[in-house]
């Protein structure tokens, strides 16, 4: 199994920063893509960011300027550095990845479970 923990949530003020982190662990032939959703309350979840392990990177245009992906493709982590945080960055956050572990041959989804943002004064 692929598993993916996620750390680095928290309660920060409007204009403030947060860094998150996922590392995935297990076995893991080959990892493709790693990112980002988050899911506010009452909302569908969205792609925060994402980033491929030739380092190309997408971004939502809500976070775009404001948001950084970065990894490690080493420690087969990624992490997320959210600066400007405004209050709609409010979510849960969940780390995801495409890769092939699991004993399996093919590449699938695999979902951390999740870190909570808050944004509030």
């Known amino acids: 199994q692929v598993q993916l923990v996620e750390s680095g949530g928290g309660l920060v003020q409007p204009g403030g920063s947060l860094r998150l982190s996922c590392a995935a662990s297990?076995?893991?032939?080959?990892?493709?893509?790693m990112g980002w959703y988050r899911q506010a309350p009452g909302k569908q979840r969205e792609l925060v960011a994402q980033i491929t392990s030739g380092g190309n990177t997408n971004y939502a245009d809500s976070v775009k300027g404001r948001f950084t992906i970065s990894r490690d493709n080493a420690k087969n982590t990624v992490y997320l550095q959210m600066n400007s945080l405004k209050a709609e960055d409010t979510a849960v956050y969940f780390c995801?990845?495409?890769?092939?572990?699991?004993?399996?041959?093919?590449?699938?989804?695999?979902w951390g479970q999740g870190t909570q943002v808050t944004v509030s004064s």
């Open positions: 297990g076995s893991i032939s080959r990892i493709y893509v």
């Open positions: 995801y990845t495409v890769a092939v572990g699991g004993g399996r041959s093919s590449p699938n989804h695999y």
